[in-house]
T-cell receptor
Framework: AQSVAQPEDQVNVAEGNPLTVKCTYS??????LFWYVQYPNRGLQFLLK??????LVKGSYGFEAEFNKSQTSFHLKKPSALVSDSALYFC?????????????FGTGTRLQVFP | KAGVTQTPRYLIKTRGQQVTLSCSPI?????VSWYQQTPGQGLQFLFE???????NKGNFPGRFSGRQFSNSRSEMNVSTLELGDSALYLC??????????????FGQGTRLTVV
């Protein structure tokens, strides 16, 4: 079965420090990978995606993610965390060529950035 | 450019009633997907519509249904509401270019509470 794992329910980091939110996937073929962020009582906001090409992709608000095919991972990173980055982060995959835009989501990781 | 609009934002219903939620996608987007978000189950895919046709369906009972109109607006309906249907229902629209490489844009969601 196709699945996405976010092994950490919560990540705590001090403001100014680098942050990493982990994501691994189990999907056949070459999936498309996405990161979304959700603030309280809001929908999901798109951060970045990996489709093909360079394994390091850059996205909104200074976030980037590294795709590693051999480890089937797509970890979200930021060099210097801000308190305002505190939110719920979701990793998602889409299997191309299945004639669908359906996304399979991980369970989410709550990022807490402390001043 | 207007984003994805979901109405209403909040809804309180009684067990056994039915409810209809509405979603207006971004102009030009032809694919609309619905997701249920709960603390215990995370983000679960409900169904996807493209050109007024359901082209993918998640593992939900038949009480959950949807449709899409010619202007791409979509509605989802839940009949015979149960307490467990209390959730944030999110609608997402995509350009649906056939390649699967475009990101989905989410509305702010409808918070349904069943009492």
């Amino acid at each position: 079965a196709q699945s996405v794992a976010q092994p950490e329910d919560q990540v705590n980091v001090a403001e100014g420090n680098p942050l990493t939110v982990k994501c691994t996937y189990s999907v056949s073929g070459n999936p498309y990978l996405f990161w979304y962020v959700q603030y309280p009582n809001r929908g999901l906001q798109f951060l970045l995606k990996y489709i093909t090409g360079d394994n390091l992709v850059k996205g909104s608000y200074g976030f980037e993610a590294e795709f590693n095919k051999s480890q089937t991972s797509f970890h979200l990173k930021k060099p210097s965390a801000l308190v305002s980055d505190s939110a719920l982060y979701f990793c998602a995959v889409r299997v191309p060529f299945y004639n669908t835009d359906k996304l399979i989501f991980g369970t989410g990781t709550r990022l807490q950035v402390f001043p | 450019k207007a984003g994805v609009t979901q109405t209403p934002r909040y809804l309180i219903k009684t067990r056994g009633q039915q409810v209809t939620l509405s979603c207006s996608p971004i102009s030009g987007h032809r694919s609309v997907s619905w997701y249920q978000q709960t603390p215990g189950q995370g983000l679960q895919f409900l169904f996807e519509y493209f050109s007024e046709t359901q082209r993918n369906k998640g593992n939900f009972p038949g009480r959950f249904s949807g449709r899409q109109f010619s202007n791409s607006r979509s509605e989802m309906n839940v009949s015979t509401l149960e307490l467990g249907d209390s959730a944030l229902y999110l609608c997402a629209s995509s350009l649906a270019n056939g390649q699967g490489d475009t990101e989905a844009f989410f509305g702010q969601g409808t918070r349904l509470t069943v009492v």
